[in-house]
């Protein structure tokens, strides 16, 4: 238990200010205890102190009605003490304490500047627009108020709007994180009414589907004879499984060249994050990536991007990118095929070949289970070549 000089009357424990004050000894009689203490919800110095101030305050006040009312004063027998009498004797009570609680609102400002450092804008949005939907169908109240009502009303709403079962699974998730997040900085103890909501997750989910082989080539034919910056972008992913937005913020000096041939380094940069921390991984490039990095690099950008038209600010355009190449896509396979098809298809296509899973999962950057895994640098950029050559060659 440690005592704050710059927080007067608390105490912390386990990081959480608590309010604490001797009753005087002549006041002693009104309480059943000769201390107060409790929880100032909060584990940071500033709010603690102007809760530990005003609660102290409250009881000066106080103690001061209780002294005068033990005092042998004229005509007290006259006094309409009834109308004068203060607030009771218990500490603060909960509705004194729960206005102390933050709002939705600021915990989603706390959220932001603490956790928002380095993130990309579409982190702060994703909090600002799911925290907005729930203000806006149950209101900005303080975080200890919402209540398992609150939330059904919420996934109702949400329902109402036509949104699939995956848009909301991602909205009560960040919903979740900034009211977990805010709660665990304010030192609250509570059941989030956010969590363990019912709704049908399958709900409106199209699957995406993988690109058909005979597509793929159809496509990279038509990518050769455009030859321009979209479709260059087009053909380094169709042959490399990469996500869209690891290859749109792409350096050209993420490419390489060595005695085996091309290949690319997929890592974050401040413009572009990561979707994990097993997507970093280098490709050894065959097949159509080979045309793309080659055209990038004769084609040398003064910016540094290997595509600047989806680096014109300071992050990523993802969204850009996959809005014009899905639109471009469709009338080559079909309506529901997108360019994250592609990812889906080189995992097919290492499939049938017999990949190990291992392997696969290296070049496509998803995360193999099992302790083992984490042990080592994986395998030699030789063999990952091997495999995606025997993957993409015509049959």
Same mark, same amino acid.
């Given at each position: 238990?440690?005592? *704050?000089?710059?927080?007067? /009357?608390?105490? &912390? ?16 009689? /009104?309480? &059943? ?8 919800? &909060? ?19 106080? @103690? ?32 004194? !304490? ?164 091309? *290949?690319?380094?997929?890592?974050? /940069? #401040? ?38 038209? *989806?680096?014109?600010?300071?992050? &990523? ?14 009338? /080559?396979?079909? #309506? ?29 950057? @998803? ?7 984490? =042990?080592?640098?994986? =395998?030699?950029?030789? !063999?990952?070549?091997? @495999? ?8």
């Amino acid at each position: 238990m440690t005592a *704050y000089k710059s927080a007067p /009357h608390t105490f &912390t424990k386990d990081g959480v200010f608590y309010f604490v004050r001797r009753v005087p000894a002549e006041l002693q009689k /009104h309480y &059943t205890s000769q201390k107060i203490a409790y929880s100032l919800r &909060t584990k940071s110095v500033a709010v603690a102190a102007a809760r530990a101030i005003r609660a102290a305050s409250q009881l000066d006040e106080y @103690w001061f009605h209780l002294r005068a009312q033990d005092a042998e004063l004229p005509g007290k027998h006259m006094l309409r003490l009834n109308i004068s009498k203060p607030a009771p004797s218990s500490p603060p009570d909960k509705a004194s !304490v729960t206005s102390d609680v933050p709002k939705l609102s600021e915990c989603v400002a706390t959220y932001i500047r603490l956790k928002g450092s380095g993130k990309p804008q579409t982190f702060r949005s994703a909090a600002e627009r799911s925290c907005g939907y729930v203000i806006d169908v149950c209101g900005d109240k303080a975080l200890s108020e919402y209540i398992r009502k609150d939330a059904n009303a919420f996934r109702d709403a949400l329902v109402a709007r036509g949104m699939a079962g995956s848009s909301i699974t991602r909205i009560f998730g960040t919903v979740r994180a900034v009211t977990n997040f805010a709660a665990s900085e304010e030192g609250l103890t509570l059941t989030n009414p956010f969590g363990g909501v019912y709704y049908d997750r399958t709900a409106g989910v199209v699957d995406r589907l993988p690109i058909p082989v005979d597509s793929i080539r159809r496509i990279q034919a038509i990518c050769y004879q455009t030859d321009d910056e979209m479709r260059w972008l087009v053909a380094l992913i169709a042959d490399t499984g990469m996500r869209l937005a690891e290859a749109a913020g792409l350096l050209l000096e993420d490419f390489g060249h060595d005695d085996n041939g091309y *290949y690319v380094h997929v890592k974050p /940069h #401040q413009w572009r994050r990561l979707k994990t921390t097993s997507s970093a991984r280098t490709i050894p490039l065959v097949g159509s990536s080979v045309w793309a990095a080659q055209r990038l690099l004769q084609n040398g950008r003064t910016s540094g991007f290997a595509f600047p038209r *989806y680096n014109k600010t300071g992050q &990523t355009n993802a969204n850009a990118a996959s809005a014009g190449l899905n639109k471009w896509l469709k009338p /080559h396979v079909h #309506q529901c095929a997108t360019m994250h098809g592609f990812r889906h298809s080189m995992r097919d296509r290492l499939r049938a070949v017999e990949c190990p899973a291992d392997i696969v999962d290296q070049i496509g950057g @998803w995360q193999t289970e099992g302790v083992g895994h984490g =042990y080592g640098r994986g =395998y030699p950029l030789d !063999v990952l070549r091997r @495999w995606l050559e025997t993957a993409v060659k015509p049959t």
